[in-house]
């Protein structure tokens, strides 16, 4: 089990870097890979990131990929998401998710636990 709440979300500038937070409780938080998903109105909830449970292996969306960051700090039971290059477009509400699932890391259907979600919203 693990419950989620992230942070660091708000106004960005287009160019620019916001860096979101997803703090886990529990003691298990090691045991579950970690997604960042997110979604616009309108829209379907899009895959972002994911990264293993000892974050030695990364997953991105096309969008994204060599613009945003993921990583984790299993002793802070904390996982990250560094945006950069920010457009806007990345306007959504950004979710953590955790899964104890090996495979299909950019399925929403494999994640067990889901965060509120934390509103990024870029200015162009």
């Known amino acids: 089990q693990v419950q989620l709440v992230e942070s660091g979300g708000g106004l960005g500038q287009a160019g620019g870097s916001l860096r979101l937070s997803c703090a886990a409780s529990?003691?298990?938080?090691?045991?579950?890979?970690m997604g960042w998903f997110r979604q616009a109105p309108g829209k379907e909830r899009e895959f972002v990131a994911a990264?293993?449970?000892?974050?030695?292996?990364?997953y991105y969306g096309d969008s994204v990929k060599g613009r945003f960051t993921i990583s984790r700090d299993n002793a802070k039971n904390t996982v990250y998401l560094q945006m950069n290059g920010l457009r806007a477009e990345d306007t959504a509400i950004y979710y953590c998710a955790a899964t104890t699932s090996y495979i299909d890391y950019q399925n929403t259907g494999v994640y067990n636990y889901w965060g509120q979600g934390t509103q990024v919203t870029v200015s162009s």
């Open positions: 529990g003691r298990t938080f090691s045991s579950y890979a």
């Open positions: 990264l293993s449970r000892g974050g030695s292996f990364t």
